[in-house]
């Protein structure tokens, strides 16, 4: 069975067609963040635009690496939210009219849920009952996976999303944007990271960044970073701050997920999401979880359309389709 998956929920314009929810054909991703770098961020008008630009070329692609045609296909899933409302429009539109026209089903995907099934593609596919730790630009949960579509929600962020912090953080600190990749290009072989809190939220499983970020900032002040001409000195005193701020944030992710792990005796966690791309995050979770850890491939991590029709496959085949009245819900949760 092929799903063809359209993601365009961000700055990321994405079409994949994938095989039984497994099986990558194709996936194909027109990325944005050159266009956005200059600005420090995403600009949400921008980015609808050019999903618009990019959307047709980006299907045709996707379809030829596949070798398929639509007479070939069996459903299109289609991200619906959370996300911008600009850019999630350009995605369900255009999958509407595919599916209208070519008389095929229309399946609806969360974008979180679709992180989360970047992990069926891989080479081991997932044991339930699951962890899934969730790490992304505006998310981080962990959630309690029992089955497909059940899904228990055991702790989330109450400020910053981890993504959002590493991108602050970036940005004070002079180092540009996107955040979680710019600062682990920078932490690369400092041996002294600044020690900076760490937020436990005892009693809870929940996260927060914001405090950290704060800290990051009046450290960097009190080092002159903010005021200072750059330099070689300075750039040394941006990383070591930089190498403290990440590793406060691994060490909170992966210490709350281990717990809730062994408390709620899963089989294995899962990371999902931009942030799980992280290096340290990576290593450090394979080195304290007390189960198995999957983690998707680093290209599956980011936004992309595969985990979309993945998702979409197993939605698909529990019936979970939707009519023409289809819209975006920017603000759409998960449970």
């Excluded at 961020?41 to 635009?49: N, Y």
């Excluded at 989330?156 to 996107?178: I, M, N, S």
């Excluded at 682990?184 to 400092?190: I, M, Q, R, W, Y």
């Amino acid at each position: 069975m092929k799903i063809i998956g359209i993601e365009t929920s961000c700055d990321e314009t994405a079409v994949a067609v994938v095989e039984d929810g497994t099986r990558i054909l194709s996936n194909v991703i027109a990325s944005q963040v050159e266009i956005h770098s200059r600005y420090g961020g995403i600009v949400p008008e921008v980015a609808s635009r050019q999903h618009l630009l990019a959307m047709n070329p980006t299907l045709e692609k996707s379809l030829e690496e596949a070798k398929v045609s639509l007479r070939e296909v069996d459903a299109i899933a289609v991200t619906n939210g959370p996300g911008l409302a600009g850019s999630l429009v350009v995605g369900v539109n255009l999958a509407k009219s595919l599916a209208l026209a070519s008389n095929l089903p229309l399946v609806p995907v969360n974008h979180l849920e679709g992180h989360i099934y970047a992990n069926w593609l891989g080479e081991d596919l997932p044991e339930f009952p699951l962890l899934c730790l969730i790490v992304s630009g505006g998310h981080t949960d962990l959630v309690l996976m029992a089955d497909h579509g059940r899904y228990e929600q055991l702790g989330r962020t109450r400020d910053d999303a981890a993504g959002e912090a590493f991108d602050k953080v970036a940005r004070l600190l002079g180092l540009g944007y996107p955040g979680g990749p710019v600062i682990e290009k920078v932490v690369g072989g400092v041996e002294n990271p600044r020690k900076l809190p760490r937020a436990w939220l005892k009693g809870t499983d929940d996260f927060s960044f914001s405090g950290l970020k704060t800290a990051c900032l009046h450290m960097a002040r009190d080092l002159g970073i903010v005021e200072d001409e750059p330099s070689p000195e300075t750039s040394q005193l941006v990383a070591e701050v930089a190498a403290g701020f990440q590793e406060s944030v691994v060490d909170v992710l992966v210490t709350k997920t281990c717990d809730v792990a062994k408390r709620c005796g899963v089989k294995q966690i899962l990371l999902a999401g931009g942030v799980a791309a992280n290096t340290a995050l990576r290593a450090m979770m394979l080195q304290r979880a007390p189960v198995p850890v999957l983690i998707p491939g680093t290209i599956l991590c980011t936004d992309n359309a595969a985990m979309i029709a993945a998702c979409g496959y197993f939605r698909f085949v529990a019936g979970k389709t939707t009519g023409w009245d289809l819209d975006v819900d920017p603000n759409l949760k998960l449970i």
